[in-house]
């Protein structure tokens, strides 16, 4: 499958009459294949990226175009849609974020202040576990789990992760809930659990391209000093985490289970 990384933004040069130039970068994952072009924001639309995918093509469009820009998303969509490529939203666009550095363009997207879970998602209890790497695939992956998403590229053996290397994780019993917790989880893409230090502190679920949601919040600081070790815990782990939601703490059955990473 044929997958590229593209953005298409406002850039901060200028063509000879002082007009404002867009930029178009389109990368494969380890920038074997790499193509750049610029046009005035006068033409700066869909039917023109549309073009410049086909030059940049040739004779093989790609199956896939990723994009993490939320402003640059609607018309690359457009123009993909006229050639038949699916163009997927992701923030994981980590070789086009290192092309945009090395040219000193901004990848930085601006992110809403995060939103409280609805509360009819509101599971039972949570906590925070930690389990060995070697032991993630082993406990999950042959388990009937109605949801379970462990892309390949995350899997610790495919990050070089030592099998005793702790991973941490949240587990959320979600009770009667369980299902449509874990149904609303996978539908808002989950990418990072991160523990926001504040007033209350919280766990803030990064989804989508740019959603936040407030998971838990509290004030318990034995609960925070956990929570420190957690975020501690992403450091040897390559910023490998997991979200686990499961009825009860009986540890029979699994809803929904998610690799993440920041």
């Not at 930029?23 to 924001?41: G, K, M, V």
Request: negative net charge; proline residues 7%.
């Amino acid at each position: 499958m044929k997958i590229w990384q593209a953005d298409f933004y406002r850039s901060p040069q200028q063509d000879g009459t002082g007009q404002v130039l867009w930029e178009l970068l389109i990368c494969d994952a380890n920038r074997s294949f790499e193509y750049a072009a610029t046009c005035p924001q006068s033409a700066a639309n869909s039917s023109w990226v549309e073009t410049q995918i086909q030059k940049a093509a040739g004779e093989e469009l790609p199956n896939v175009i990723q994009v993490f820009r939320p402003q640059s998303l609607s018309l690359i969509e457009k123009a993909g849609r006229s050639l038949g490529i699916l163009v997927e939203p992701t923030r994981r666009t980590v070789a086009l974020k290192q092309w945009l550095q090395e040219k000193q363009s901004s990848f930085t997207v601006e992110q809403p202040a995060p939103v409280p879970l609805p509360e009819d998602l509101w599971g039972e209890q949570w906590r925070f576990a930690t389990l060995a790497a070697g032991d993630l695939e082993t406990e999950f992956s042959d388990r009937p789990i109605p949801i379970l998403s462990m892309p390949e590229f995350l899997k610790p053996l495919n990050l070089g992760l030592a099998s005793t290397t702790p991973v941490p994780g949240v587990v959320i019993y979600g009770g009667r809930q369980s299902m449509r917790l874990a149904r609303w989880v996978a539908a808002a893409h989950p990418v990072a659990l991160n523990y926001i230090a504040g007033a209350p502190d919280g766990l803030i679920l990064e989804a989508g391209l740019i959603d936040r949601w407030v998971l838990a919040t509290f004030e318990d600081v034995e609960v925070a000093a956990a929570a420190k070790v957690y975020e501690q815990r992403k450091q040897p782990s390559q910023g490998l985490h997991f979200l686990l939601v499961q009825p009860d703490d009986s540890g029979m059955t699994y809803t929904g289970f998610w690799l993440l990473q920041a």
